[in-house]
């Protein structure tokens, strides 16, 4: 629009100076007059309609500028990721970028406020806003570490790091401690695979038993678990690591007690953690822990199918083979409707989001990962 008026400005500043030169000066009337009529018209005309379109275009289309609440986010109290709120020109669009590669946009309203939320703690970002062909400058975004306070609490009763196995031929210590009430708390083993789930009580007390690493002569000294702890939207609470020392006895015995007793065996006796009953000889035991896995999940957080999957093949979670999870999220029997209504529910409830940001945040791939008919599903019977 401004480059058109630019060009009807420029034709009619050149006819009337033109024109002016043609009935004013001297001896124009030749081909040679006209000529130069022409030419100096142009001169002129072109540089006073380049400053009145370049004033125009400044005044009623500027470059966007964004300004920021703050381009260092912390997050405090149970916050696990951030939000960043910031003003741009109305009904322009901002772009969050990480890696060079645009992950989220979203309008600006008739005021030009903006905000995104959901932004991965310890994590750097840059942002940008676009308006009619025009964009502003990147602006850098970080985000800081979550607070104590919003990841899952887990502590051992224990005063050291080190237990000793009960004496007794099952070779066992129990483990107990305190986390957050009704969390669940895995035990791994040092290869970071499941062994145990327990969940703690409402007072958030726990305790588990867990095998020793032997008693006969050949065997370990001494056995490492990792016990992690998980509620609800807090973060997991891992790297709790517990180390069971093996039994041994205080004194030995004289030579004359060993004559007269009957040797008999320790066995050791190892009870892994009880697996699902599988549906066919055929369903492989890792399909199987899995499926109890995304069972848990599910159990204290609303999340997607293809969030479910990330998290039990992600290195950072339960890293199980690809196909172990997906036979899990294809046997889970799960509701994904109303796992993004609940989703949506929190959204609105803890955050204020409009039904728009929801839905957005719902489909996201940073963010809920939910199908685009599940997330419909969810906004539709958000206020039912």
Known sequence: MIYALGIILFILFTGIIFALIYNLGPNTKSVIGVSIAAVIAI?????????????????????????????QIKLTGKETTGTLYGEALPYSTVKLIKSDKVIFTVETDIEGQFNIKKLHDSSKYQIVSSKNGKNSKKYDITVGKIPNTAVTDLNFSNNDSSYKTKSDKNNRATIS??????ALIKVKDKSGKVLDKITADKKGKWSVEVDGPGINQNSPEKI?????????????NSGNYLTVIKFKTDTPKKESEKESEKPVEQPKVKTPPAPVAPTTPA????????????????????????????????????????????????NLQADWNLEALNCAKDYRKDQNMSTSEIYDQLISDYGEQFAPSEANYAIQHLYD
Request: aromatic residues 12%; glycine residues 6%.
């Open 224 to 236: 490492k678990y990792e016990f992690v702890s998980k509620l609800g939207q807090l973060k997991e």
């Open 283 to 330: 369903i492989p035991g890792e399909y199987l822990a899995a499926l109890n896995n995304a069972r848990d999940y599910l159990s204290f957080s609303n999340m997607s199918k293809r969030g479910l999957y990330d998290q039990l093949t992600s290195e950072y979670g339960e890293k199980f083979p690809a196909d172990a999870a997906q036979y899990a999220v294809d």
């Open 43 to 71: 001169i002129i005309s072109f540089p006073v309609t380049r400053t009145i379109v370049t004033f125009a275009d400044n005044k009623f289309n500027p470059v966007p500028v964004i300004h920021l609440g703050t381009s």
């Open 177 to 182: 401690g305190k986390t957050n009430p009704k």
